[in-house]
């Protein structure tokens, strides 16, 4: 299965359009397509970093009607890079789209048609989950602290233990987030990521030449972490677009710091 790049109502988005997705609204934002000024410009979905809340709202509107989701039943948390999933109906649907999340957590899940799950992210990994038999979606926000946490296995198994999803009907999509290329890091972050999933994480880690400093893979990280709850290496589809390298495309975090907007991911069942 694929992600692909979309330009809807004027706003570019990456989404799986694949038929089996098609009862669930989702897709991956970039930077393009809102009304925001500099350094936010000009689709901020972040509702914490200095935008004006019309602003804001707005970007949700065009957001939303570009996936076809509904800006005013968005549920959103507060992340904290954990391994909290919440499950949430629609009497947890914020009162309007420019409100933060006030709820630590990382991971959303429902299984009410009409609720958007809202997450953030500006190089952190979003992935998004659904099963199309079941009828239930998910998402999860997955840095590299969440994917050592494994925030994305917990919340398939959350899919599986607490809503009856079977594993093998479970798809997945790994959006836009940083990519190998761009994300060197100390030792801190392999050794967090062997701590939290063994030897498992080798394979995505790799020693640069400069001593002390590896290039993490967490996209691949978190794809293997998926089939290893058992999903099907066929419904997992990975974005390789990289938050770093395309600054015209996306923000990000470890390029411009705070002076940045932030992306979204969202899913609806419809
Ligand atoms: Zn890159």
């Given at each position: 299965m694929e992600i692909t790049k979309l330009e809807r109502c004027g706003v570019l988005f990456y989404a799986c359009p694949d038929p089996a997705w098609a009862g669930a609204a989702h897709g991956f934002s970039t930077r393009l397509g809102g009304v925001s000024p500099a350094p936010m410009d000009s689709l901020n979905l972040g509702a914490n970093r200095g935008d004006d809340p019309a602003n804001v709202r707005?970007?949700?509107?065009?957001?939303?009607?570009?996936?076809?989701?509904?800006?005013?039943a968005l549920v959103k948390n507060h992340q904290i890079h954990s391994s909290q999933v919440r499950p949430v109906t629609r009497a947890d649907v914020m009162d309007c789209p420019e409100a933060?999340?006030?709820?630590?957590?990382?991971?959303?899940?429902?299984?009410?048609?009409?609720?958007?799950?809202?997450?953030?992210s500006g190089d952190c990994i979003p992935i998004l989950l659904y099963d199309p038999v079941r009828r239930c979606a998910a998402?999860?926000?997955?840095?590299?602290?969440?994917?050592?946490?494994?925030?994305?296995?917990?919340?398939?198994?959350?899919?599986?233990?607490?809503y009856g999803c079977q594993a093998k009907n479970i798809l997945a999509a790994i959006g836009p987030g940083i990519g190998p290329c761009c994300f060197e890091?100390?030792?801190?972050?392999?050794?967090?990521?062997?701590?939290?999933?063994?030897?498992?994480?080798?394979?995505?880690?790799?020693?640069?030449?400069?001593?002390?400093?590896?290039?993490?893979?967490?996209?691949?990280?978190?794809?293997?972490?998926?089939?290893?709850?058992?999903?099907?290496?066929?419904?997992?589809?990975?974005?390789?677009?990289?938050?770093?390298?395309?600054?015209?495309?996306?923000w990000s975090h470890r390029v411009q710091g705070s002076q940045r907007g932030s992306m979204a991911a969202m899913i609806q069942l419809l």
């Open positions: 707005e970007n949700f509107t065009r957001f939303c009607a570009a996936i076809g989701a509904d800006p005013n933060p999340g006030t709820y630590e957590a990382d991971g959303l899940i429902t299984v009410e048609p009409g609720v958007c799950l809202t997450i953030f998402a999860a926000h997955a840095g590299w602290r969440g994917t050592a946490a494994k925030i994305a296995a917990w919340t398939a198994a959350a899919m599986v233990h607490n890091t100390h030792a801190d972050v392999p050794d967090g990521l062997r701590s939290g999933l063994g030897e498992g994480a080798e394979p995505f880690i790799r020693p640069l030449s400069r001593e002390g400093k590896f290039s993490v893979d967490l996209k691949g990280i978190n794809a293997y972490m998926l089939q290893e709850v058992g999903l099907r290496p066929e419904h997992i589809a990975l974005c390789s677009a990289c938050t770093a390298c395309e600054l015209d495309t996306f």
